[in-house]
Each structure stands twice: as C-alpha cells, then as structure tokens.
C-alpha cells in the first residue's frame, strides 16, 4: 500500500497469491530475508533533493542511482487452530503488486476464513522534500513525516472479497511552499501547504481463473485533505494483478490507473486548477529451488509510474528493476 500512490516498489522478496485457508504452516516463527541489487531513476521536480537539484532551472530533473536493497519479514503463529499472527517486516502481497512499506502488526483468522489484520506504518510518508520547491532561489530541504495505521478484511465471510483501508497524518518540520522569493501573497502561499490528512481505501476481488492463473482486479480512493486548499485531491483508480505459476517459475504483473482531482486553483501556475493521470505497471519474477535449497530462491522485477498533469511541473517519471536473492525460514 501507499497512501499517496506516488511510491514505486524499491524491493522485492517473493511472489506469492495470498493464501486463504491459515495463516501459517505451523505455530511458531517464520519469515524471510532478501537482497537485491537495483538500479532505480526518478524524474521529479518535487523529490529529487540531492545538492545538484537545489536550483531549478526549468529542465525535468532526472536522478538515477544503483543500490543494494536487503528486506526482508518475520512472523510468530500461535493459537490452536494457527489463528493468531504477530508480524514485522515488508508484506509479501504488497511487495508483489509493487508497494513496499515496513509493517507491524496482528492478524486473526476466523472460522468462516476471514483474516482480520490491525498495522502501524511507521514509516511510509517519511523523507525529504524541499522547504519551498518553486523558489527560483537555492532550494533548502527539511523533513517530511507521518504515521499510517492500516486495517485489512481479507476473504471477508469466507468470500473471495477484501477491504484495505487506511489512515495516516503527513507533517512537514518547515512547509514554506510559495513564500520564498515568490510574487504571490502569503494568504496564497497558505493554499499550497503540503501538511495533510490521508484516506485511503481498496476494494478487491480474486477471480480464481485456473490452479495456475490468479487475477485480483481492485477499485482504489484515496483522499488527501491538506490544509492548503490547492494542494487538496481525491483520487480515484483502479487496478488489476495476475499471479502466475508455470512450473517452477512464478509470476506476478500489475497494472493500475490513477486520476487525482484538486479542490482549488494554483497561484504559482497561473490560477490553473490541477488534475494528474498516472499509469503504474510492476512485474516480479521468483525462481524457488536453486542451488538445491528448497529455502532459496531467485528474485527480479521491473517496474515503472508515470504521472503526467496538466501542470508540467508536476509531471513525474519513476522506474527501477532488480535482481536478488530470497531465503525462506
């Protein structure tokens, strides 16, 4: 999950359809462990804090980098039918339609198969943005951070229908968008603060095609009620994931859509109200059984977003693709 639906997957552990029937193989501890070497780029005008970017000068600004990735989970089953769960770690079934976000929480499984799961993200809307990205003067960065809480109702009733749904608070230490060498008034400036409250909610189905073939189409909103009026959106979208099995080789691809709507005009962009259209796909790839571990298994996947606007400055670009390395425990 990510709440703001502007993060593409920096990792991935291992493929796998959610199951339905328990939560474990058996009570006690389990979990994973998983590096990855990847090679990722971001076009952005708003994300790209690094000390060359510091001034924009109206050109897209592009920021590739190559990074060694390790994530992994650890989970500990309990309970006389295996149905209480204590988990810590990156969700394998986020991690396979291309979220990743470090998670802890408790999961329950009911006798009619209902999983029933309460987390905290302690860290999905932490990082560094610029302390007024459209000053044309030196750009200073500062800390943006929050905390989601998140509830999951997977199989509800012992159907083939979930609910996602979540919560999270974004906190800018020095939110100066607009006020720094800017033409506009600072009752304007007041209209791009970035500090905001986040809903977001996911509905989804499995569509059982054959043993070998899932699809899971999904409908997404998400809800963003910054306290700067120009910065306020709802999003709506939608989204389909395929899990394959052939053999050995294992396969998962995602492909999403999403249109943001903002409440109010934007002063900097000539009173231009702002609208996005973003398109994601994400494809991952697992290869269980090498070296003769049946723990170990081979990783790799590819993806890519892309949010055009109709304000330029606005649009950005986001992909990464990796190779690595999963061992089971």
């Known amino acids: 999950m990510n709440l703001t639906w502007t993060v593409i997957a920096i990792a991935v552990s291992s493929i796998s359809a959610p199951s339905m029937a328990k939560l474990g193989e058996s009570n006690g501890f389990s979990g994973e462990i998983a590096v990855n070497a990847a090679y990722s780029s971001t076009t952005s005008n708003l994300t790209n804090t690094d000390d060359e970017f510091r001034l924009y000068n109206g050109d897209p600004q592009n920021n590739s980098s190559a990074l060694v990735l390790p994530l992994g989970n650890v989970q500990y089953t309990f309970g006389s039918r295996s149905n209480h769960q204590v988990f810590l770690g990156t969700s394998r079934a986020d991690i396979a339609v291309g979220t990743v976000a470090l998670e802890a929480g408790y999961k329950y499984l009911f006798k009619d198969r209902t999983k029933v799961s309460l987390s905290i993200l302690p860290t999905i809307l932490e990082g560094e943005v610029w302390q007024d990205p459209y000053t044309s003067d030196a750009r200073t960065t500062t800390n943006e951070k929050g905390t989601a809480y998140r509830v999951q109702f997977d199989n509800i009733a012992g159907s083939l229908f979930s609910l996602d749904l979540a919560y999270g608070k974004r906190e800018l230490d020095e939110e ?29 189905m499995m569509l059982p095609i054959s043993r070998e073939l899932l699809l899971y189409p999904a ?21 389909i994931s395929s899990f394959a099995s052939l053999g050995n080789h294992k396969l998962a691809f995602t492909l999403g859509y999403l249109k943001r709507d903002y409440d109010a005009s934007n002063p900097l962009f000539s009173d231009t ?28 996947f590819g993806g890519v977003t892309n949010s055009t606007s109709n304000i330029a400055f606005y649009d950005e670009k986001n992909w990464i693709t990796a190779v690595g390395l999963n061992w089971a425990f």
């Open 176 to 204: 100066k968008s607009g006020l720094i060498n800017s033409a506009i008034t600072s009752e304007q400036a007041q209209t791009l603060d970035r500090n905001a409250d986040i809903l977001y909610g996911k509905f989804k």
């Open 219 to 239: 409908l997404i909103y998400t809800q963003q009620d910054a306290q700067g009026s120009a910065m306020k959106h709802n999003s709506y979208g939608a989204e």
């Open 273 to 300: 109200t702002r609208n996005d259209d973003e398109w994601k796909a994400f494809l991952a790839y697992e290869y269980p059984g090498i070296f003769y571990s049946n723990n170990l298994s081979l990783v790799a």
